[in-house]
Protein backbone atom coordinates (compact mmCIF):
# COMPACT_ATOMS: atom_id res chain seq x y z
CA UNK A 1 0.00 0.00 0.00
CA UNK A 2 1.39 3.68 -0.82
CA UNK A 3 3.05 5.79 1.90
CA UNK A 4 3.73 8.96 2.98
CA UNK A 5 7.35 8.47 4.40
CA UNK A 6 9.12 11.26 6.69
CA UNK A 7 12.63 11.58 7.60
CA UNK A 8 14.44 11.40 9.95
CA UNK A 9 12.05 10.24 12.78
CA UNK A 10 13.53 11.85 15.61
CA UNK A 11 16.43 15.13 15.25
CA UNK A 12 17.80 16.77 18.33
CA UNK A 13 19.06 20.41 17.61
CA UNK A 14 20.38 23.20 19.42
CA UNK A 15 17.75 26.81 19.37
CA UNK A 16 18.80 28.55 16.67
CA UNK A 17 19.79 26.15 14.24
CA UNK A 18 18.73 25.32 10.84
CA UNK A 19 16.08 22.03 9.97
CA UNK A 20 14.97 20.65 7.59
CA UNK A 21 11.96 17.80 7.18
CA UNK A 22 11.87 15.69 4.58
CA UNK A 23 8.62 13.87 3.38
CA UNK A 24 8.00 11.54 -0.03
CA UNK A 25 4.39 12.08 -0.21
CA UNK A 26 2.41 9.12 -1.71
CA UNK A 27 3.34 9.88 -5.87
CA UNK A 28 0.52 10.41 -7.39
CA UNK A 29 -1.23 13.15 -4.86
CA UNK A 30 -1.88 16.54 -5.52
CA UNK A 31 -2.20 18.23 -2.49
CA UNK A 32 0.99 18.41 0.42
CA UNK A 33 0.66 19.41 4.12
CA UNK A 34 2.48 19.84 6.60
CA UNK A 35 0.90 19.86 10.15
CA UNK A 36 2.47 19.21 14.14
CA UNK A 37 1.40 18.22 17.26
CA UNK A 38 3.13 19.40 20.61
CA UNK A 39 3.12 16.68 23.27
CA UNK A 40 -0.37 16.17 24.60
CA UNK A 41 -1.61 19.10 22.60
CA UNK A 42 -3.94 19.41 19.26
CA UNK A 43 -2.74 18.10 16.03
CA UNK A 44 -2.71 21.56 14.21
CA UNK A 45 -2.36 22.73 10.16
CA UNK A 46 0.82 24.35 9.18
CA UNK A 47 0.32 24.75 5.79
CA UNK A 48 -0.78 23.20 2.05
CA UNK A 49 0.77 22.65 -1.19
CA UNK A 50 -0.78 22.73 -4.17
CA UNK A 51 0.33 23.33 -8.23
CA UNK A 52 3.87 24.15 -6.84
CA UNK A 53 2.82 27.04 -4.32
CA UNK A 54 1.45 27.73 -0.58
CA UNK A 55 -2.66 27.54 -1.09
CA UNK A 56 -3.09 28.25 2.83
CA UNK A 57 -0.71 28.65 5.91
CA UNK A 58 -1.64 28.82 9.71
CA UNK A 59 -0.65 32.07 11.96
CA UNK A 60 1.77 29.62 13.04
CA UNK A 61 3.72 29.24 9.90
CA UNK A 62 5.78 32.34 10.03
CA UNK A 63 8.52 33.58 8.32
CA UNK A 64 10.90 31.33 10.13
CA UNK A 65 9.31 28.32 8.22
CA UNK A 66 9.52 27.64 4.50
CA UNK A 67 8.10 24.64 2.53
CA UNK A 68 9.52 23.73 -1.09
CA UNK A 69 9.28 20.88 -3.49
CA UNK A 70 12.54 20.42 -5.29
CA UNK A 71 12.27 17.79 -7.29
CA UNK A 72 8.60 16.68 -7.90
CA UNK A 73 8.94 14.00 -5.23
CA UNK A 74 10.49 14.93 -1.57
CA UNK A 75 8.32 17.73 0.15
CA UNK A 76 10.03 19.99 3.03
CA UNK A 77 9.73 21.84 5.60
CA UNK A 78 12.71 24.24 6.43
CA UNK A 79 12.77 25.91 10.00
CA UNK A 80 15.02 28.30 9.58
CA UNK A 81 15.93 29.36 13.45
CA UNK A 82 14.76 26.83 15.89
CA UNK A 83 13.32 28.18 18.98
CA UNK A 84 12.22 25.70 22.08
CA UNK A 85 8.78 25.96 21.50
CA UNK A 86 9.02 24.44 17.62
CA UNK A 87 9.60 21.06 19.69
CA UNK A 88 6.51 18.84 18.41
CA UNK A 89 5.65 15.86 16.00
CA UNK A 90 5.77 17.11 12.40
CA UNK A 91 3.34 15.29 10.54
CA UNK A 92 3.67 15.83 6.26
CA UNK A 93 0.36 14.86 4.74
CA UNK A 94 -1.03 14.46 1.11
CA UNK A 95 -4.37 13.56 -1.17
CA UNK A 96 -5.29 13.13 -3.91
CA UNK A 97 -7.65 15.37 -6.09
CA UNK A 98 -11.51 15.55 -5.34
CA UNK A 99 -12.54 14.56 -1.79
CA UNK A 100 -11.06 11.62 -0.43
CA UNK A 101 -8.74 10.56 2.20
CA UNK A 102 -5.62 12.36 3.79
CA UNK A 103 -2.53 10.22 4.18
CA UNK A 104 -0.03 10.83 7.21
CA UNK A 105 3.41 9.94 7.39
CA UNK A 106 4.64 8.65 10.72
CA UNK A 107 6.36 11.98 11.66
CA UNK A 108 9.01 13.07 12.61
CA UNK A 109 10.32 14.18 16.06
CA UNK A 110 12.06 17.70 16.74
CA UNK A 111 13.81 18.26 20.15
CA UNK A 112 15.07 21.89 20.23
CA UNK A 113 17.29 22.08 23.27
CA UNK B 1 -11.26 31.34 16.00
CA UNK B 2 -12.40 27.94 14.45
CA UNK B 3 -12.73 25.36 17.62
CA UNK B 4 -13.43 21.45 17.41
CA UNK B 5 -14.64 20.72 20.87
CA UNK B 6 -13.94 16.76 22.48
CA UNK B 7 -14.48 15.45 25.67
CA UNK B 8 -11.03 14.73 26.97
CA UNK B 9 -11.83 11.55 28.40
CA UNK B 10 -10.47 8.90 29.14
CA UNK B 11 -13.79 6.22 28.10
CA UNK B 12 -13.68 3.54 29.31
CA UNK B 13 -15.76 0.78 27.92
CA UNK B 14 -15.87 -3.19 28.91
CA UNK B 15 -15.13 -5.38 25.78
CA UNK B 16 -18.07 -5.80 23.23
CA UNK B 17 -20.33 -2.58 24.58
CA UNK B 18 -20.65 0.68 22.18
CA UNK B 19 -18.48 3.43 22.72
CA UNK B 20 -20.25 6.76 21.82
CA UNK B 21 -17.63 9.81 20.75
CA UNK B 22 -18.81 13.56 20.29
CA UNK B 23 -17.16 16.58 18.94
CA UNK B 24 -18.82 19.78 18.15
CA UNK B 25 -17.47 22.58 16.45
CA UNK B 26 -17.69 26.38 15.95
CA UNK B 27 -18.09 27.17 12.53
CA UNK B 28 -21.39 27.06 11.08
CA UNK B 29 -20.06 26.65 7.74
CA UNK B 30 -17.69 23.67 7.79
CA UNK B 31 -18.68 21.38 5.09
CA UNK B 32 -16.55 17.84 6.11
CA UNK B 33 -15.92 16.29 9.08
CA UNK B 34 -13.17 13.15 9.94
CA UNK B 35 -12.80 10.99 12.40
CA UNK B 36 -9.24 9.85 13.22
CA UNK B 37 -7.70 7.15 15.47
CA UNK B 38 -4.22 7.98 16.91
CA UNK B 39 -2.27 5.17 18.50
CA UNK B 40 0.37 6.95 21.51
CA UNK B 41 3.18 8.32 19.32
CA UNK B 42 1.93 7.26 16.21
CA UNK B 43 0.48 9.73 13.47
CA UNK B 44 -3.76 9.88 12.90
CA UNK B 45 -5.32 6.94 10.81
CA UNK B 46 -8.50 7.86 9.13
CA UNK B 47 -11.81 6.02 10.20
CA UNK B 48 -14.36 7.90 8.17
CA UNK B 49 -15.55 10.91 6.79
CA UNK B 50 -18.87 12.88 6.53
CA UNK B 51 -20.17 15.51 4.59
CA UNK B 52 -23.84 15.10 5.09
CA UNK B 53 -26.31 15.05 7.95
CA UNK B 54 -27.20 11.77 9.21
CA UNK B 55 -25.75 8.57 9.71
CA UNK B 56 -22.54 7.01 7.81
CA UNK B 57 -21.92 3.36 8.68
CA UNK B 58 -18.52 1.52 8.15
CA UNK B 59 -17.76 -2.04 9.81
CA UNK B 60 -18.49 -1.55 13.59
CA UNK B 61 -18.25 2.09 13.23
CA UNK B 62 -21.08 4.64 12.88
CA UNK B 63 -20.42 8.14 11.87
CA UNK B 64 -23.41 10.90 12.35
CA UNK B 65 -23.61 14.53 11.57
CA UNK B 66 -26.08 17.19 12.86
CA UNK B 67 -24.81 20.47 10.98
CA UNK B 68 -27.78 22.28 12.54
CA UNK B 69 -26.42 21.18 16.01
CA UNK B 70 -22.96 21.30 14.71
CA UNK B 71 -22.29 18.09 16.24
CA UNK B 72 -20.87 15.08 15.17
CA UNK B 73 -20.37 11.73 16.91
CA UNK B 74 -18.61 7.98 16.66
CA UNK B 75 -20.35 4.90 17.54
CA UNK B 76 -18.02 2.15 17.98
CA UNK B 77 -20.01 -1.37 17.96
CA UNK B 78 -18.51 -4.18 19.44
CA UNK B 79 -15.62 -2.29 21.04
CA UNK B 80 -12.67 -4.64 21.19
CA UNK B 81 -9.40 -3.68 23.43
CA UNK B 82 -7.48 -2.54 20.14
CA UNK B 83 -9.86 0.15 19.76
CA UNK B 84 -7.94 1.75 22.36
CA UNK B 85 -6.66 4.64 21.63
CA UNK B 86 -7.34 8.65 21.25
CA UNK B 87 -9.67 9.52 18.71
CA UNK B 88 -9.21 12.61 16.90
CA UNK B 89 -12.25 14.90 15.44
CA UNK B 90 -11.37 16.93 12.68
CA UNK B 91 -13.40 19.43 10.50
CA UNK B 92 -12.70 21.23 7.18
CA UNK B 93 -13.96 24.48 7.12
CA UNK B 94 -15.19 24.29 3.09
CA UNK B 95 -15.95 21.55 0.80
CA UNK B 96 -13.09 21.95 -1.55
CA UNK B 97 -10.64 19.56 -2.38
CA UNK B 98 -8.15 21.57 -0.20
CA UNK B 99 -7.95 20.32 3.89
CA UNK B 100 -7.16 22.52 5.96
CA UNK B 101 -8.40 20.57 9.19
CA UNK B 102 -8.94 21.68 12.58
CA UNK B 103 -8.29 19.06 14.81
CA UNK B 104 -10.35 18.33 18.22
CA UNK B 105 -7.82 17.50 21.14
CA UNK B 106 -8.93 13.60 20.80
CA UNK B 107 -10.97 11.68 23.21
CA UNK B 108 -8.58 9.27 24.98
CA UNK B 109 -10.72 5.63 25.14
CA UNK B 110 -9.73 2.14 26.65
CA UNK B 111 -11.82 -0.87 25.97
CA UNK B 112 -11.63 -3.07 29.15
CA UNK B 113 -11.23 -7.09 28.05
Known amino acids: EPEVTQTPSHQVTQMGQEVILRCVPI?????FYWYRQILGQKVEFLVS????????KSEIFDDQFSVERPDGSNFTLKIRSTKLEDSAMYFC???????????FGEGSRLTVL | QKEVEQNSGPLSVPEGAIASLNCTYSDRGSQSFFWYRQYSGKSPELIMF????GDKEDGRFTAQLNKASQYVSLLIRDSQPSDSATYLC?????????????FGKGTLLTVNP
Open chain 1, 49 to 56: FYNNEISE
Open chain 2, 90 to 102: AVNPTGGSNYKLT
Open chain 2, 50 to 53: IYSN
Open chain 1, 93 to 103: ASKAGGAGELF
Open chain 1, 27 to 31: SNHLY
